[in-house]
């Protein structure tokens, strides 16, 4: 590894280790780069933690999330699903629809069955996060009622699993598109300065 | 405002990207067409060498079955190249022992994903694409559909670069969809000297500039004069 990718993994690895009142966290960098470090945070938080979450895609499919974390043997076959099954998976993969409302809010539903929605109740309370990766599309497919309702449902969700940490990644450049109020969501923010991620 | 949610990346063509509101909408799909010797792989390669530059993987594709340093001898006298990023910065990948033992398009569109799954480029290029019309089964359209379509899920700009027959103006068949079609030609001025010209025939979501501006192939690849035609 190069010494510019462990200066990204340290930066990340630095502000996942943060104090569990930290629930919102928004890491930022350059577009082109946040496929990159969104592998990176899913190699902390799966293999090296062994933690269990959600993987959001808003715009991407999620068999190329799958795709991509089995090549770089982050998940193994079998251990990532993106369908959100009452089984123990370490990883559930959901593609957004353009937004992460429409998930959260389909999820919520589920919960509410009396026959599955128990087993899929404690599923999301052994698990540990909520990403979101590319945030900053999300104003491509959004006005501005369409991105409060997305943190909107995001801190509902997050108020029901009190073990879950939002983490989102988005490009720097384009994050001014989600409105001047949404930095102010995030508990904590870290930038990865691009001369870093030139390597 | 035009663009005003699109992410940019700089071209590498000297000159294009003031054309074009800074660079290529990311992640886009781009089409590179033009006749035999208008520059085509030229421009292929000077893209993904700005993407050495700013610390972006590239991804080249060839169709022709090439041997690697074959083609590194007609390109290496470029200024932009960077001798030492072949196999690292940027990877080749050729896809013609794909294209011949299978011809199915199924296969070939996975094999196309797992090398990007591997690699994670930013820019990929795909140089010719027109070939495999010729060496696939089945249906041609199809397949530029569905490979458009996987090239647009994964973030990276992506040129495919097409050959221009004698009757048609551009590749229809892939100009459509594509989200930018770049044209290269050759044009002869009234003293009998033949010149290059390149025109960006069409640009989602970017406002950019129209008609042919005179274009040049020298050791520093190409370079595009805005208002010269």
Same mark, same amino acid.
């Given at each position: 590894m190069t010494r510019q990718n462990e200066a990204?993994?340290?930066?990340?690895?630095?502000a996942l280790d943060s104090p569990p009142s930290i629930r919102k966290l928004l890491i930022t960098m350059r577009a082109q780069s946040v496929t990159r470090v969104d592998l990176a945070?899913?190699?902390?938080?799966?293999?090296?933690?062994?933690?269990?979450?959600?993987?959001?895609?808003?715009?991407?499919?999620?068999?190329?999330?799958?795709?991509i974390l089995e090549k770089h043997n982050i998940t193994g076959p079998g251990?990532?699903?993106?369908?959100?099954? $009452?089984?123990?998976?370490?990883?559930?993969?959901?593609?957004?629809?353009?937004? $992460?409302?429409?998930?959260?809010?389909?999820?919520?539903?589920?919960?509410?069955?009396?026959?599955?929605?128990?087993?899929? +109740?404690?599923?999301?309370?052994?698990?540990?996060?909520?990403?979101? +990766?590319?945030?900053?599309?999300?104003?491509?497919?959004?006005?501005?009622?369409?991105? +409060?309702?997305?943190?909107?449902?995001?801190?509902?969700?997050?108020?029901?699993?009190?073990?879950?940490?939002?983490?989102?990644?988005?490009?720097?450049?384009?994050?001014?598109?989600?409105? $001047? +109020?949404? $930095?102010?969501?995030f508990n904590m923010m870290v930038g990865i300065p691009d001369d870093w991620l030139m390597d | 405002m035009v663009g005003d949610t699109l992410e940019r990346v700089k071209s590498g063509i000297n000159g294009m990207d003031e054309m074009m509101q800074g660079g290529f909408a990311f992640p886009s799909t781009v089409l590179v067409a033009g006749s035999a010797g208008t520059g085509k792989t030229t421009f292929a390669l000077q893209f993904l060498a700005r993407g050495v530059r700013d610390g972006e993987q590239g991804l080249f594709f060839t169709t022709l079955s090439e041997p690697t340093q074959w083609m590194l001898r007609f390109v290496t006298h470029f200024t932009f190249i960077?001798?030492?990023?072949?196999?690292?910065?940027?990877?080749?990948?050729?896809?013609?022992?794909?294209?011949?033992?299978d011809r199915d398009p199924d296969i070939l569109l996975k094999y196309i994903d797992d090398q990007i799954a591997e690699h994670m480029p930013q820019r990929i290029v795909i140089d010719p694409i027109s070939v495999i019309g010729n060496m696939i089964k089945g249906d041609y359209r199809m397949f530029l559909y569905d490979l458009a379509n996987h090239l647009k899920n994964w973030r990276a700009v992506s040129i495919m670069t097409g050959e221009v027959l004698p009757n048609e103006p551009y590749p229809v068949e892939i100009s459509y969809i594509v989200d930018t079609v770049v044209l290269l030609s050759l044009g002869l001025t009234s003293e009998g000297t033949r010149r290059k010209y390149l025109e960006i025939l069409k640009m989602r979501g970017t406002q950019h500039t129209t008609g042919q501006h005179l274009m040049d192939v020298s050791r520093d690849g190409i370079t595009v004069t805005v208002g010269l035609k």
């Open positions: 990204v993994m340290q930066k990340l690895r630095g945070v899913a190699k902390i938080l799966l293999s090296e933690r062994n933690e269990r979450g959600i993987y959001i895609t808003i715009d991407r499919p999620d068999k190329h999330v799958l795709m251990e990532a699903s993106s369908e959100m099954e $009452p089984v123990a998976k370490r990883l559930f993969i959901a593609k957004g629809i353009f937004s $992460p409302a429409v998930f959260i809010a389909e999820l919520m539903n589920r919960t509410a069955n009396p026959h599955s929605g128990p087993a899929l +109740d404690a599923e999301l309370r052994a698990m540990r996060f909520l990403m979101v +990766d590319n945030l900053s599309t999300l104003a491509a497919y959004n006005g501005p009622k369409g991105i +409060d309702a997305c943190f909107g449902h995001v801190a509902m969700f997050l108020m029901k699993y009190p073990s879950l940490r939002f983490i989102a990644l988005a490009g720097r450049d384009s994050l001014g598109a989600l409105g $001047p +109020d949404a $930095p102010g969501f | 960077d001798k030492d990023s072949f196999g690292k910065q940027i990877k080749y990948v050729d896809l013609g022992p794909v294209l011949r033992k």
